[in-house]
């Protein structure tokens, strides 16, 4: 069973500080790893991807890949309250088909 | 284009009944994918089709859940006869390809109640 695991939280961090985000996955041969970003009542929408070990950045958001370590993080500079929601990572396998982690919810406090 | 588009938004049924939810990927996307999420299970994949063509099916809980794509442009999902258990958010994603870099866009979601 192919499986992507992350802390449910929540995930409480002060407004202008850095949010860390973990998942971890079991399958070594995937490939490509995405982080999803879902506000309550609403749909998942594509915050970034990563497929190559080390860092990523775009904007506030840093996404960092170890695949020694099967593990891959978000993070999120200078928090905003429109930061707070759920992020879900998700995983390609080897068929290419996506397994998603149970999320995390983030609370950004002013 | 306006997104994937899912009606309804909201269905409440009574158990036993047919439910039937309905999807517009896209335009030119080649993959549709049909998700449940419930708050114990998360986001689960249902079914998936490309070209219209379902692929992989081992998400469907039961032979209670169909699913089709008669065209490029429609996906439906029923579910027939409904059950309390099968209350949960029905999404319907599409996207270009599969794999690699591909984003899957979501539509808003149906949120489906079996009372």
């Known amino acids: 069973q192919k499986e992507v695991e992350q802390n449910s939280g929540p995930l409480s961090v002060p407004e202008g500080a850095i949010a860390s985000l973990n998942c971890t996955y079991s399958?070594?041969?995937?490939?490509?790893f995405f982080w999803y970003r879902q506000y309550s009542g609403k749909s998942p929408e594509l915050i970034m991807f990563?497929?190559s070990n080390g860092d990523k950045e775009d904007g506030r958001f840093t996404a960092q890949l170890n695949k020694a370590s099967q593990y891959v993080s978000l993070l999120i500079r200078d928090s905003q309250p429109s930061d707070s929601a759920t992020y879900l990572c998700?995983?390609?396998?080897?068929?290419?088909?996506?397994?998603w982690g149970a999320g995390t919810k983030l609370i950004i406090k002013p | 284009d306006a997104g994937v588009i899912q009606s309804p938004r909201h269905e409440v049924t009574e158990m036993g009944q047919e439910v039937t939810l309905r999807c517009k990927p896209i335009?030119?996307?080649?993959?549709l994918f049909w998700y449940r999420q419930t708050m114990m299970r998360g986001l689960e994949l249902l079914i998936y089709?490309?070209?219209?063509?379902?692929?992989?099916d081992s998400g469907m809980p039961e032979d209670r859940f169909s699913a089709k794509m008669p065209n490029a442009s429609f996906s439906t999902l029923k579910i027939q006869p409904s059950e309390p258990r099968d209350s949960a958010v029905y999404f319907c994603?599409?996207?270009?390809?599969?794999?690699?870099?591909?984003?899957?866009?979501f539509g808003q979601g149906t949120r489906l109640t079996v009372v």
């Open positions: 335009s030119g996307h080649d993959y």
């Open positions: 990563i497929y």
């Open positions: 998700a995983v390609t396998g080897s068929n290419y088909q996506l397994i």
């Open positions: 994603a599409s996207s270009l390809r599969q794999g690699g870099d591909t984003e899957a866009f």
């Open positions: 399958d070594r041969g995937s490939q490509s």
């Open positions: 089709f490309n070209n219209n063509v379902p692929i992989d």
